[in-house]
């Protein structure tokens, strides 16, 4: 049963959305979100990567970055850029790209029910990135990004939709090319219809935030822990959440580039390949068309491969996705990429990049080879989640990103 609860979300003056409204903090580096604060005093980057304001010599996990996103938060909230509504709400998200629109609830989740697994997650998350998520709500006291989450709608887009009829709170198309509408739900009527749909999903699953929702989790037991008169009814109980359905999402491919071919010559590594996959040359950069099929380029030349179908046998819900297969039988034993979390030898691009950028790379020298991915798909997703497996380290790829400086939970 998902429990949801409206909340009285920080946000922007509605003249100050689009110039507020940036990318979410683990989309960008340092430079990069440097470069799009440039020229807008009021960027939400200012608060979720403070470092930009700071020397570059300064570590991003230093002290100095969470004091500085705290300074910056509250000057935008004492100039009256951000302000906070009076009464709790929930709040209707869409997002439109390429004349797709996809429509997310606004709302908090229980802590308890990600300690529970009724939020169901697929990735695990690095110590060293939970812990700046963790410090960075606990000396906010917000949360300042929403976790992504999705689930099997049964009639609650139906319901939170209704919204839509009346003006928005905020419209714009972004710099990108992107739009961004947001209403809030005045109606109580709709609120305690919605409340009463959502009890009958039995579950929620992580699409993107694995990071963020261990954080707010952590930033609950925390509080918990050091409030005597603890209830679990306070805010701090909850983090922010944005709920899609399913059927609203696309999952874009996400590529790999590897540095070098672990020693092997151009001929000895297709040679090795011919034993795993069905190889066939190709005239110029696609994407594979279906599943169990990569798409390498080597040598300035792109070659279909097809995974050969003995390897293909007896295989779990998330050792047959496209990037398991490659990491199981082509990463790691024939280029040495034990853990793709950490290896230096590999890298990641999102197929929103196109495969421009892959074959530049390799024809560049920086990279040896490329392989372009097949889409994993959501139902994979949820299958793997509800199997309890966790996917590889850049199985998924969602677009359009959310934005960050829209609405923001207050943990008191």
């Known amino acids: 049963m998902m429990k949801i609860y409206p909340f009285r979300a920080i946000r922007p003056d509605s003249d100050e959305a689009s110039q507020v ?137 139906e319901i939170f939709s209704q919204v839509c009829k009346q003006a928005p709170l905020y419209d714009f198309v972004a710099v990108d090319g992107i739009g961004h509408t947001v209403w809030r739900m005045d ?67 996400y590529n790999r580039v590897v540095q070098d071919l672990n020693g092997h010559s151009s001929a000895e590594f297709m040679e090795k390949l011919g034993k795993i996959f069905d190889i066939e040359e190709i005239p110029s950069a696609q994407s594979p068309g279906q599943a169990q099929q ?34 199981n039988l082509v990463l790691k034993p024939l280029l040495g990429i034990d853990d793709p979390r950490t290896s230096q030898r590999i890298d990641f691009v999102g197929g929103i990049r196109g495969l421009d950028g892959l074959q530049k790379r390799v024809d560049s020298g920086e990279m040896a080879c490329a392989f372009a991915m097949h889409p994993t798909t959501i139902t994979e997703l949820i299958d793997i989640a509800d199997a309890g497996e966790i996917m590889p380290p850049k199985s998924t790829w969602f677009e359009p990103k959310l934005r960050s400086g829209l609405l923001i939970h207050s943990l008191d």
């Not at 979100?33 to 930009?52: T, Y």
């Open 187 to 253: 109606s109580p009527e709709i609120q305690a219809k919605l409340l009463e749909s959502f009890a009958q999903v039995p579950h929620s699953y992580i699409a993107d935030g694995h990071h963020r929702s261990a954080a707010g989790t952590r930033a609950a037991l925390y509080r918990a822990q050091n409030n005597p008169q603890h209830t679990s009814d306070e805010e701090y109980n909850r983090f922010m959440a944005i709920l899609f359905p399913a059927d609203h999402l696309k999952i874009f491919d």
């Open 294 to 327: 990569v798409n390498l380029y080597l040598d300035k030349k792109w070659y279909a491969c097809k995974f050969k179908s003995e390897h293909l046998q007896n295989l779990s819900v998330t050792d047959r996705l496209d990037v398991s297969l490659l990491q």
């Open 21 to 157: 409204a940036s990318l979410p903090y683990d989309v960008v580096n340092r430079e990069e979100a440097a470069e799009l604060a440039k020229g807008f005093p009021n960027s939400f980057l200012r608060v979720v990567r403070s470092e930009i304001e700071l020397p570059a010599e300064v570590d991003a996990y230093s002290d100095q970055v969470y004091a500085k996103a705290v300074e910056n938060l509250h000057k935008m909230q004492k100039a009256g850029v951000l302000i906070q509504d009076d009464e709790p709400y929930f709040y209707v998200y869409r997002q439109t790209m390429d004349g797709r629109e996809q429509y997310g609830l606004v709302c908090c989740v229980h802590a308890q029910d990600y300690v529970d697994g009724n939020i169901k997650k697929h990735e695990l998350t690095r110590a060293d990135k939970e812990e700046d998520r963790l410090r960075h709500v606990l000396e906010t006291n917000c949360n300042t990004g929403p976790v992504f989450l999705t689930y099997q709608d049964s009639g609650q887009y």
